[in-house]
């Protein structure tokens, strides 16, 4: 069967877009297989444009034209789009971090806060078998962490988190792995800092969540 130009410039065109805008669309979405839906995107845009790079060479032969190869050439624009999406993609999660902070929910859920150097944060909301993230910037001063936006949730219920030694710490006491994983959540007296959700006045939301810090260079 053969397609005529504008037919393979088109069909090329839309699987390697395909391909970009799933790979952009799920990178702040983990899910069982990700990996495998987008390897197979980009192999069926992979053997589709080997098909068309060679229809194309053969149509060169015949009618010595430079226009045999557009859909060539739009197969080398996509395929740059991809490798510069997937660029930008992950440039957001090469920045240090100075605080990584974490809370278990019950079962096997977590809510995870990653605080990079150059002031974004990224919020990830973890389950069994997925994860979900968002992202924002942030500003520090006097130990008190500020959000560029609020989250309408239960555990996430203020702007403002307080980074403060933990009270209550105790080096001595070991962990309940079942209660860690499957019990109600609470506090960790094993962690050295937490942070402490504030509301408007600057208090400690007592019915809020504390976050464990598992990794700082914060001072």
């Known amino acids: 069967m ?6 393979k410039t088109i069909l090329v065109f839309f699987l390697w877009v395909a391909c970009i805008y799933k790979i952009y669309t799920d990178y702040d979405h ?3 297989m990700d990996s495998l839906i987008h390897n197979g995107l980009i192999i069926i845009a992979s053997l589709v444009s080997a098909f068309a790079i060679n229809s194309d060479y053969s149509q060169y032969k015949q009618q010595k034209k430079l226009t045999s190869f557009l859909s060539s050439i739009t197969i080398l624009i996509c ?4 490798f510069l999406t997937t660029y930008l993609l992950k440039k957001q999660d090469k920045t240090p971090t100075i605080l990584y902070a974490t809370r278990n929910n019950t079962g096997l ?9 150059n002031n974004t944060y990224k919020l990830g909301r973890h389950q069994f078998f997925s994860a979900n993230y968002q992202r924002g910037q942030y500003t520090i001063k006097d130990n008190v962490i ?3 936006k609020t989250y309408a949730s239960e555990q996430i219920m203020s702007d403002k988190f307080l980074v ?7 080096s001595t006491k070991k962990a309940n792995f079942l209660k860690i994983m499957f019990g109600t959540p609470e506090a960790d007296v094993k962690a050295k800092t937490f942070l402490y959700q504030l509301n408007h006045n600057g208090q400690t939301i007592d019915s809020a969540i504390t976050f464990k810090v598992v990794e700082t260079t914060y001072d």
Do not use: M
């Open 79 to 82: 395929i740059s789009g991809l």
């Open 164 to 170: 403060k030694r933990n009270p209550n710490f105790d």
């Open 109 to 117: 859920g977590r809510i995870t806060i990653d605080f990079r150097e």
């Open 146 to 148: 500020y959000l560029d």
């Open 2 to 7: 053969k397609f005529n130009s504008l037919t």
């Open 30 to 32: 983990e899910y069982l």
